[in-house]
T-cell receptor, first 114, second 115 residues
Framework: EPEVTQTPSHQVTQMGQEVILRCVPI?????FYWYRQILGQKVEFLVS????????KSEIFDDQFSVERPDGSNFTLKIRSTKLEDSAMYFC????????????FGQGTRLTVV | AQSVAQPEDQVNVAEGNPLTVKCTYS??????LFWYVQYPNRGLQFLLK??????LVKGSYGFEAEFNKSQTSFHQKKPSALVSDSALYFC?????????????FGRGTSLIVHP
């Protein structure tokens, strides 16, 4: 069964450093998402991406964040200058996009900012 | 505003007993509703969805959910709980915005099934 894959599974970084979280969505999917989940809290929407551009973003997704799909398969989330409060589990998801279909989620990347 | 609420942080049930995990929604227009499950240190796995049609939808692992428009609810049920059902369950509503259909999640309900 096709699945969304994310790397790395765990990333530790120092405050102020840049991190790139990587995702490979399911190959025939058209819509891509990033979510985050701070420990013990709800799953929060960050950004959606379609047709090589951001289609929606939340208030959380400020100028420190960026996404891109550099090669038609990978979908990356970059945090330019990490803060302690960026520590969370980051989930990538993708969706076929034909009608109201369910999103498929990756296993997540646990980001720890120290 | 469009949102989904899960009123219980935790549900405890004995193995073999029926379980219900509650979800209510607030959305303008027709809701598209989903349930996901999250096992420890794992991503969210899709369980079931309601788009249109029959109010009772059946999903993976024996779970089902009933869409109730008058009560704006989408409670998930299972007739006989298993210890392996213990996990975090998330209800989600789709917001239709320019076709991006962004799933918005509730806070999650921790289901604990006791042997």
């Amino acid at each position: 069964e096709p699945e969304v894959t994310q790397t790395p599974s765990h990333q530790v970084t120092q405050m102020g450093q840049e991190v790139i979280l990587r995702c490979v969505p399911i190959s025939n999917h058209l819509y891509f998402y990033w979510y985050r989940q701070i420990l013990g809290q709800k799953v929060e929407f960050l950004v959606s991406f379609y047709n090589n551009e951001i289609s929606e973003k939340s208030e959380i997704f400020d100028d420190q964040f960026s996404v891109e799909r550099p090669d038609g398969s990978n979908f990356t989330l970059k945090i330019r200058s990490t803060k302690l409060e960026d520590s969370a589990m980051y989930f990538c998801a993708s969706r076929v996009g034909q009608g109201v279909t369910e999103a498929f989620f990756g296993q997540g990347t646990r980001l720890t900012v120290v | 505003a469009q949102s989904v609420a899960q009123p219980e942080d935790q549900v405890n049930v004995a193995e073999g007993n029926p379980l219900t995990v509650k979800c209510t929604y607030s959305v303008s227009g027709n809701p598209y509703l989903f349930w996901y499950v999250q096992y420890p240190n794992r991503g969210l796995q899709f369980l079931l969805k309601y788009i249109t049609g029959d109010n009772l939808v059946k999903g993976s692992y024996g779970f089902e959910a009933e869409f109730n428009k008058s009560q704006t609810s989408f409670h998930q049920k299972k007739p006989s709980a298993l210890v392996s059902d213990s996990a975090l369950y998330f209800c989600a509503v789709i917001l239709s915005s320019g076709g991006s259909y962004i799933p918005t999640f509730g806070r999650g309900t921790s289901l604990i099934v006791h042997p």
